[in-house]
């Protein structure tokens, strides 16, 4: 019986073949050659080799991605830009044009195939341009459906819908324990005085319904507001025409050892919220 004797070598080249067949077969191998030499790439899925400065550009410009495959040979056409003959090839979403006459890396350009289409479909006729949307009317900003929260700080500020538009409310300071304005108008025995001096504006169109308020302590206690004689203007029950504004308090009557968690404003015609002055 004869000895056959195969070399690790021959073995390896051909695995190698059989891996390489198989791949192909089942599109692994993106490029099915490149050759160092001829500075070429060719791919199986179309047939196509893009060389020299063409595959340069196409590497350096998104490859695959961007470009696509080469779907035709380098051939010689007339730009209808300028009327000079240029090697081109063409690509799945571009097509190179040849200009030794540029230093790299302008010596490869792409065709102006937007204006060339552009011309051949309209010519001298403009496409009517797309109409644009209008712009939101100006006035008070949209309100959402659910709760507004806004920090209880100096200068911020909720608006909030009511039955013929909406009121804005701007907070100018927030009082914790207020000092009585007068002899008269004192807290109980354990009470303290809470003033929220705000800015209210009536952005409808018009009279501003009635409203409630209420201030929540940290734990879970609500108190309805107090006497605000001596303080300023009180804005519960506000007589302000639409477009005008007025600045006045809201006072509460809270227990000494209350700790603000948030004043809530409400809407009696209001359907989509209330808004929430909140201390955290």
Same mark, same amino acid.
């Given at each position: 019986?004869?000895?056959?004797?195969?070399?690790? &070598?021959?073995? *390896?080249?051909?695995?190698?073949?059989? =891996?390489?067949? @198989?791949?192909?077969?089942?599109?692994?191998?993106?490029?099915?050659? /490149?050759?160092?030499?001829?500075? #070429?790439?060719?791919?199986?899925?179309?047939?196509?080799? @893009? #060389?020299?400065?063409?595959?340069?550009?196409?590497?350096?410009?998104?490859?695959?991605?961007?470009?696509?495959?080469?779907?035709?040979?380098?051939?010689?056409?007339?730009?209808?830009?300028?009327?000079?003959?240029? !090697?081109?090839?063409?690509?799945?979403?571009?097509?190179?044009? =040849?200009?030794?006459?540029?230093?790299?890396?302008? %010596?490869?350009? /792409?065709?102006?195939?937007?204006?060339?289409?552009?011309? &051949?479909?309209?010519?001298?006729?403009?496409?009517?341009?797309?109409?644009?949307?209008?712009?939101?009317?100006?006035?008070?900003?949209?309100?959402?459906?659910?709760?507004?929260?806004?920090?209880?700080? &100096? *200068? =911020?500020?909720?608006?909030?819908?009511?039955?013929?538009?909406?009121?804005?409310?701007?907070?100018?300071?927030?009082?914790?324990?207020? !000092?009585?304005?007068?002899?008269?108008?004192?807290?109980?025995?354990?009470?303290?005085?809470?003033?929220?001096?705000?800015?209210?504006?009536?952005?409808?169109?018009?009279?501003?319904?009635?409203?409630?308020?209420?201030?929540?302590?940290?734990?879970?206690?609500?108190?309805? @507001?107090? %006497?605000?004689?001596?303080?300023?203007?009180?804005?519960?029950?506000?007589? @302000?025409?639409?477009?005008? !504004?007025?600045?006045?308090?809201?006072?509460?009557?809270? &227990?000494?050892?209350?700790?603000?968690?948030?004043?809530?404003?409400?809407?009696?015609?209001?359907?989509?919220?209330? /808004?929430?002055?909140?201390?955290?």
């Amino acid at each position: 019986m004869r000895r056959v004797t195969v070399s690790v &070598a021959l073995i *390896g080249v051909l695995l190698f073949g059989i =891996a390489s067949y @198989i791949a192909g077969e089942h599109g692994l191998l993106a490029p099915s050659s /490149l050759s160092a030499a001829d500075d #070429c790439q060719t791919f199986s899925q179309t047939g196509k080799t @893009i #060389c020299g400065d063409f595959l340069k550009y196409w590497q350096d410009h998104g490859g695959l991605a961007q470009q696509g495959y080469p779907i035709s040979d380098v051939f010689d056409e007339k730009s209808e830009t300028d009327g000079i003959t240029h !090697k081109v090839q063409y690509f799945e979403r571009a097509a190179f044009e =040849a200009h030794p006459e540029n230093q790299p890396p302008n %010596n490869v350009l /792409l065709s102006l195939l937007g204006s060339q289409k552009y011309k &051949a479909k309209y010519g001298a006729t403009q496409p009517s341009p797309v109409a644009s949307s209008p712009s939101p009317p100006s006035g008070p900003p949209a309100i959402t459906m659910g709760d507004i929260h806004i920090p209880i700080q &100096a *200068g =911020a500020s909720g608006t909030i819908a009511t039955k013929d538009g909406a009121v804005k409310l701007t907070i100018v300071r927030v009082t914790d324990n207020a !000092k009585s304005p007068n002899q008269y108008n004192v807290p109980k025995s354990g009470n303290k005085f809470a003033v929220l001096e705000i800015v209210m504006e009536n952005v409808g169109t018009g009279d501003l319904p009635s409203s409630s308020w209420k201030y929540r302590a940290t734990d879970g206690f609500e108190y309805d @507001i107090g %006497n605000s004689a001596g303080f300023g203007e009180d804005l519960l029950f506000p007589s @302000i025409a639409p477009g005008g !504004k007025k600045q006045g308090v809201i006072v509460f009557e809270v &227990a000494s050892s209350a700790s603000l968690k948030w004043i809530r404003y409400r809407q009696s015609f209001n359907t989509k919220g209330d /808004l929430y002055f909140d201390a955290s």
